[in-house]
């Protein structure tokens, strides 16, 4: 079951790449089983990686004005409540 809808905004600019199981390790785990609108835009991420936000509710994810060059195909898989996805 889903509650609330919780903002996630990453400062942290030292990551190049987004991938698992790093990125699923830094979210709160009281936040794991609830809706996530994530920001991490205007960082230096390079590269997502395949499922890099698998098992996680993202409603909105910003990626945007980041220096990307690589984006696996699976990156996004299984991120099937995804409504706004900003690259």
């Known amino acids: 079951v889903f509650s609330d ?5 990453c400062m942290n600019e030292n990551y190049k790449k987004i991938s698992p199981p790093r990125f ?4 709160p785990e009281s936040f794991k089983n609830s809706k996530l ?9 390079s590269k ?3 499922f890099s936000f698998e098992f996680l509710n993202i409603q909105e994810l910003d990626l ?3 220096n990307l ?3 696996e195909p699976y990156s996004f898989s299984n ?3 995804l409504k706004n996805l900003s690259l």
Not at 37 to 45: A, E, F, T
């Open 79 to 81: 991120m099937i409540n």
């Open 24 to 27: 699923y390790e830094l979210i």
């Open 5 to 9: 809808i919780y903002e996630i905004r």
């Open 64 to 66: 945007s004005y980041n």
């Open 48 to 50: 997502i990686s395949n």
């Open 69 to 71: 060059e690589s984006i």
């Open 37 to 45: 609108n994530i920001y991490m835009n205007n960082k230096n991420y």
